[in-house]
């Protein structure tokens, strides 16, 4: 008995509990969705200037845009779409800003400012390396290149959406990978690259000339 | 063998005859009822003393040396509903049967079910003990019981059944006899059904086209549910399911009936609900693993003499967590993720709490089927269904700028809608031939409202078909041939153009089928065939990246029809203590679809990606399978299970990705005899045997194939007397061991172990609210 009676209350409950559906209009199949309606990342811009003079450097904002987005068509540098140089001086530093924008909205929509907000959910790396010290501080493997993070989020940690480049000549005239990666670590910020996942990761080039 | 045999018969002979006068003759005849004209090759078997013989040209049959006693005789003939009768016998007896031969005069939901038609095709119906065991889990776990089946899978939730390797598309899963229509290209698409509903499944191995339509390259699986009652009575059924992985319950109810009063209704209502928690691997819970269904069905027949109609109504309704842990930013994390050997932040406690991302999926089904006898021996089918899905995938996070962004909206979204009508009309023995003729049509529509995946599209489909096949008694022959149409209008938008292209598909599919039957013991089932299908939307216009496997995936316009010539013969011998089932296949592709790995990564703003591009090459796959059961002692029994797969890429030279690696089950059942108490016990160890796949093509994947692994089960169930209700209860367990181990036919392989043990607890309740006879 007790069999038949739960039978009855699970079939007769679904059939009046599971009904609940948006079916209200499907929009007809010749007229697709145009674009992505979702936030997408197009536009990273790094704007470097010189500490002293406050000017900006040759070739900056240096600029990666992936117009529509992940797949569509691929993203590219500009100017030059394969990649992209950054040529600094020896002995210098450098006051650098990073802007994300999600140019697929007019006006286009800025990232950056969300990213710094929510600080203690992001973080930038710079060549993966896990920062040191305090401030934290990345060295560029083999190139004398420091990177000092100027900007913390509520917990004291960085998250390098302003930085300090500072060059003090080693490998002078050789090309260093620079690789800029943004990651979104909800709940587990430590200060390091592992938890999370990547939402933006660029490879730009570092030279240092004499 | 044979020596044996008769030397043990004549031995139980001899033994007889001194004990009583064993002298005597039952003869008779059969003809049919219909016509009178006399049945050849009915098989008229004797219970008491395992014997059976075949009538002769003129209906007629003899069985010598019986003793005298109380027989059960048995009389089975094709297209007629098997017939018992009990014989007294103290003297040489004849008895004249009559059968209705062409089964009109049988209950209407005889012909429905009709047990005739088996395609020449293998057929492997899943037996009810591994249907129980995968009870609560998914559809294609309830497969895997077949030799030659595996599974595609996105962790332990999400799983696609795979024929010989083939899968999605090439697979036509028909759903109470409606072909499954829903977003069938997504490899973490699972099958929009509740298993719950069937009674019986069934797997056709190799091409079915020319029946099911042009798809079905690969098979098709078949899920019936129990004919409607004929006798007025309110019976039903309560499945109560619990699985320790995950915590997972299920209940599921069943209720039909008839009335007595208005003659030829009947009833059914069906629901199923089913929640389950996190799942577990050996050493960590895996976040955000849950799973939450909802589904019911109502049945309505009406069945006079010669004409039946049936009305289906299904929703189904998912909600299923995906595991944090595979959805991943970029090529970097992914390498990252199989460095490491556990998921660096995606472990949780325990929990039922389903969070993003997660996949919420409707599907809704409306059918109506209609018979009609439209003479002595034939009849006139006509089914009509529409079938709606959506289907939502929400991603991990929401967006940085999440003021204006509405979290309760899907970022993928996609709602189709099919339409379908089919008309078959099938008559029975005319002169040995036996046919059937048909045509169907659908018409398809698909929409998406977030992220663009897919693009829209129109479809319509029909495709027309003939079989006939010749039936003698040691063998038959079936010719079959089908015509199919697919025109695929699409929209979308490339570079903020508007794209509608329009393609048109149509070919010809052919199947050629012998069945041999040189004793009732060993049965052969050979087919040739021919079979196309049209390149799917995905195949030719996808376009995005996906997050779980860190790749780009995208479709080429230019992808023409895909071809495959297959050849696939089944030996199936069985006798008293052994049953075994071989079959050897081998399918040649012309323009066989497949992904393919890019050279250059696609540069995007979360870094670079490999690219996958949808090519065509020629391909060929072959395999054995086997199922091998013998009795070796009194109600013991001995299964080797297995199967052999090669899958080659000859255009390339290379191998083809994504094929099963070659596998072994081993199992052990002891049968307890039936007490008052106690019916159907059994007790079952089982081992399995997981080779690695090494044969895969050069530059495919991230990670090299997992290690080999084996897997240890069991499974223990009964049936409890109680009144005159038998109660069901069973155990069963799966990876009792905790081994640790992936697989590689999961696609969350990179990221984490597959789970551990898993203990199910099933309580069947079957229970009768009213019966006339009572």
């Known amino acids: ?210 | 063998m044979r020596k044996i045999i008769q030397t043990f018969l004549f031995l139980f002979v001899l033994a007889n005859g001194f004990a009583q006068e064993c002298n005597y003759k039952l003869t008779g005849k059969i003809t049919d009822k219909d016509n009178g004209e006399p049945l050849e090759f009915t098989i008229v078997s004797v219970k008491e003393i395992n014997f059976s013989t075949n009538s002769n040209e003129e209906g007629e049959f003899k069985i010598e040396n019986l003793c005298a006693g109380d027989y059960t005789i048995r009389i089975i003939h094709l297209g007629c509903a098997d017939t018992s009768i009990k014989v007294s016998i103290a003297k040489d007896t004849k008895v004249n049967f009559k059968l209705p031969h062409s089964l009109h005069e049988l209950a209407d939901v005889e012909i429905v079910e009709r047990v005739d038609y088996k395609p020449t095709q293998t057929i492997d119906n899943i037996k009810q003990e591994e249907i129980d065991k995968a009870k609560g889990k998914t559809l294609a776990d309830a497969l895997k019981g077949s030799a030659g089946i595996t599974t595609l899978n996105t962790g332990a939730s999400i799983s696609k059944p795979m024929i010989h390797g083939l899968q999605g598309y090439r697979i036509l899963i028909l759903n109470n006899g409606i072909r499954q229509e829903g977003q069938q290209w997504g490899n973490e698409h699972a099958p929009e059904i509740d298993p719950f509903m069937a009674k019986k499944i069934s797997v056709v191995k190799g091409a079915s086209s020319v029946r099911y339509g042009s798809d079905a390259i690969a098979g098709a699986i078949l899920l019936e549910p129990d004919a409607l009652p004929d006798t007025a009575a309110i019976t039903g059924e309560l499945n109560a399911i619990g699985l320790s992985n995950g915590r997972a319950g299920v209940l599921s109810g069943i209720m039909q009936g008839s009335f007595e009063k208005v003659k030829g209704f009947a009833w059914r209502v069906q629901g199923t609900i089913k929640q389950g928690g996190n799942m577990k691997t050996p050493e960590y819970y895996l976040k955000n693993t849950g799973v939450l269904e909802k589904n019911f069905s109502y049945t309505l027949g009406y069945h006079r003499k010669k004409i039946g109609i049936e009305l289906f109504y299904s929703q189904f309704n998912s909600t299923i967590a995906v595991f944090s842990g595979a959805h991943i930013g970029n090529l970097t994390d992914l390498q990252s993720a199989f460095a490491s050997n556990k998921p660096q932040d995606s472990l949780a406690p325990f929990s039922y709490t389903i969070g993003r991302p997660k996949q919420e999926i409707e599907h809704e089904l409306v059918k109506s089927k209609f018979h009609v006898h439209t003479g002595m021996r034939s009849r006139l089918y006509v089914t009509a269904a529409y079938q709606y899905n959506i289907r939502k995938e929400f991603d991990k996070h929401i967006p940085k700028n999440s003021s204006s962004y509405d979290t309760t909206k899907a970022d993928l979204d996609y709602r189709i809608t099919s339409k379908t009508i089919d008309v078959a009309w099938e008559h029975d023995n005319i002169n040995s031939f036996r046919g059937t003729y048909g045509a169907s049509y659908m018409n398809q529509t698909n929409v998406y409202l977030g992220r663009y995946l897919i693009p829209n599209f129109i479809n319509n489909t029909w495709g027309a078909f003939a079989i006939e096949r010749y039936v003698k008694h040691t063998y038959e022959l079936e010719l079959g041939v089908r015509y199919d149409e697919k025109y695929l209008q699409s929209y979308y938008y490339n570079k903020n153009i508007l794209q509608s292209p329009f393609l048109k598909f149509k070919n010809v599919s052919v199947n050629t089928g012998w069945i041999y039957k040189p004793t009732h013991q060993l049965h052969f089932y050979t087919n040739l065939s021919k079979a196309w299908r049209a390149p799917a939307v995905n195949e030719l216009y996808s376009n995005g990246l996906h997050h779980g496997s860190a790749s780009i995936e995208k479709g080429d316009e230019k992808i023409k029809q895909e071809r495959c010539y297959s050849f696939i013969t089944t030996g199936s011998f069985k006798n008293k203590r052994i049953e075994a089932d071989i079959t050897a296949y081998s399918n040649y592709f012309k323009g066989f679809i497949y992904l393919s790995p890019g050279t250059e990564p696609e540069l995007t703003i979360k870094g670079a990606f490999p690219v996958f591009y949808y090519k065509q090459t020629d391909a060929l796959i072959s395999g054995i399978d086997y199922k091998i059961n013998v009795e070796f002692v009194k109600n013991t029994f001995v299964q080797v299970k297995g199967m052999f797969l090669r899958g080659q890429d000859l255009t390339n030279k290379d191998w083809l990705v994504w094929m099963p690696s070659d596998r072994v089950e081993v199992s052990l059942t002891y049968k307890l005899k039936d007490t008052k108490r106690f019916k159907k016990t059994y007790a079952t160890a089982s081992f399995e045997y997981i080779t690695k796949q090494w044969r895969i093509p050069q530059n495919s994947d991230y990670a090299a194939p997992p290690n080999p692994y084996y897997l240890v089960g069991f499974d223990i169930a009964t049936k409890i007397q109680v009144k005159n209700q038998e109660l069901g209860i069973g155990i069963s367990g799966s990876n009792v061991t905790n081994k640790i181990y992936r697989d590689y036919l999961d696609r969350f392989r990179y990221y984490t172990n597959a789970v551990g043990t898993n203990i199910q607890f099933r309580l069947n309740i079957p229970f009768t609210v009213f019966d006339k006879k009572e």
Do not use: W
């Not at chain 1, 900056?60 to 540098?77: C, N």
């Open chain 1, 1 to 210: 008995m007790k069999a038949k009676l739960m039978t009855l209350v699970a079939v007769g409950a679904l059939a009046f509990a599971a009904c609940k559906k948006d079916k209200k209009e499907d929009p007809a199949p010749t007229n697709p969705a145009p674009t992505n309606t979702a936030e997408v990342i197009t536009t990273m811009k790094i704007y470097i200037k010189d500490s002293i003079t406050g000017n900006q450097i040759t070739g900056s904002p240096f600029i990666f845009k992936d117009a529509d987005g992940d797949g569509g068509s691929a993203g590219g540098f500009l100017p030059n779409a394969a990649d992209s140089l950054i040529t600094l001086n020896d002995t210098t530093t450098y006051l650098a800003e990073i802007i994300l924008l999600d140019e697929t909205k007019t006006p286009a929509d800025s990232i950056s400012n969300e990213v710094v907000t929510e600080g203690q959910e992001h973080m930038f790396f710079f060549e993966q390396s896990n920062p040191t010290g305090t401030p934290y501080t990345t060295m560029l493997t083999g190139s004398g290149v420091k990177i000092t993070y100027l900007d913390l989020d509520a917990n004291s940690r960085g998250i390098g959406q302003q930085f300090k480049i500072r060059t003090y000549g080693s490998t002078t005239g050789s090309q260093h990978p620079f690789r800029v990666t943004l990651r979104h670590q909800p709940g587990a910020k430590n200060g390091t690259f592992a938890p999370g996942e990547t939402d933006v990761e660029i490879k730009f080039k570092v030279k240092v000339d004499l």
